[in-house]
């Protein structure tokens, strides 16, 4: 394993959604261990502390795209800080909820045009975050970047995405919660996209090389988008949106134990732990398990949990 150096990037994002708690995940992940993790498998970890959103005009609270301005402000922030980070390492953004991945997507997306090289985007969870600000009915942004940074209209007063990500280049794993206009989006769309079902038929293995190949003939940026409901509840309660039937630990860390193998990965949200829903912190240090799989932890070093 070549060592690498990560770049710890607090994203306290609670603005995606209605229901808050997300806000405490970057401090979660530090009380948990994720440094410690991380420089015990060789790696320089920098720890950047906690970002805060760009200047932004008060959201009313009574209107149906729920905290925009607030929204707007964090995918500023978010996508220079990512575009400058990437200069320096890994960069690893603590989440927050998925709304975050809009800016940090472009932010990388933009720092591959400029080293002329083609962002693929790995989105591990349990929906497609497909909306735009004109189709999602709930009004919660956190559903929403994936049609941001691919280029989607309907985005006003967001900051404009130079270098969408081809949908070509994205992978959706985990699906098992879409809803009719995402479901008639992505079926009109070229991201491939990998249900529970198509994983219990045939394994997660699969769809997850099939499309590292793909990234590596094409010499291309990988950025890892982890959502905490791409985990099963049962293992991981603390997220706000929990959909039954998610990926097991196993398949979890099989993932991200591909990943490392694969050398391709250059960057990575954690996003959506709500430590505030938390059991004992389990989720928080299965996250964090999993960040340490993704960057070198092999299955003799995990350590034993007592809860």
């Known amino acids: 394993m070549i060592p690498k150096t990560c770049i710890l990037i607090g994203a306290p994002v609670d603005s995606g959604k209605r229901r808050r708690g997300c806000l405490m ?22 720890d950047r502390g906690n970002l805060a959103p760009a200047d932004h005009k008060a959201d009313a609270p009574d209107t149906h795209l729920h905290a925009l301005n607030e929204t707007i402000a ?6 220079d800080a990512a575009e400058k980070a990437m200069d320096d390492g890994l960069p690893v953004f603590l989440g927050g909820d998925h709304a975050l991945s809009a800016g940090t997507v472009r932010g990388v997306a933009n720092h591959a045009a400029r080293i002329d090289r083609p962002q693929f985007v790995l989105w591990l969870d349990a929906h497609s975050d497909f909306h735009t600000p004109g189709s999602t009915d709930s009004g919660n942004l956190h559903g929403t970047p994936v049609a941001y940074f691919a280029g989607l209209d309907g985005f006003d007063g967001f900051p404009r995405v130079p270098h969408p990500v081809p949908q070509d280049n ?10 009719d206009a995402e479901r008639a989006a992505l079926q009109d769309s070229n991201i491939h996209r990998h249900d529970m079902r198509e994983i219990d038929e045939h394994g997660i293995a699969r769809p997850l090389s099939a499309f590292l190949e793909k990234v590596a003939a094409a010499n291309g940026m990988l950025h890892v988008s982890l959502d905490v409901d791409f985990l099963d509840p049962d293992v991981a309660p603390a997220v706000g949106t929990t959909v039954p039937g998610g ?29 505030f829903l ?25 350590p034993t949990r007592s809860y």
């Open 25 to 46: 995940g970057p401090d979660a992940y530090r009380t948990a261990g994720l440094a410690e993790s991380l420089s015990a498998l060789g790696h320089t970890v920098i």
């Open 74 to 79: 964090w995918t500023e922030a978010l996508s």
């Open 170 to 179: 994205i992978c959706i794993i985990g699906l098992r919660s879409v809803d």
């Open 247 to 275: 990926a097991t630990v196993r398949e979890a860390h099989l993932v991200m134990e591909m990943l490392h193998d694969s050398g391709l990965m250059t960057s990575m949200d954690l996003v959506e732990l709500n430590p």
């Open 278 to 302: 938390d059991t004992r912190g389990r989720t928080t240090k299965l996250m964090v398990d999993l960040a340490a799989s993704a960057l070198g932890r092999r299955i003799f070093d995990r």
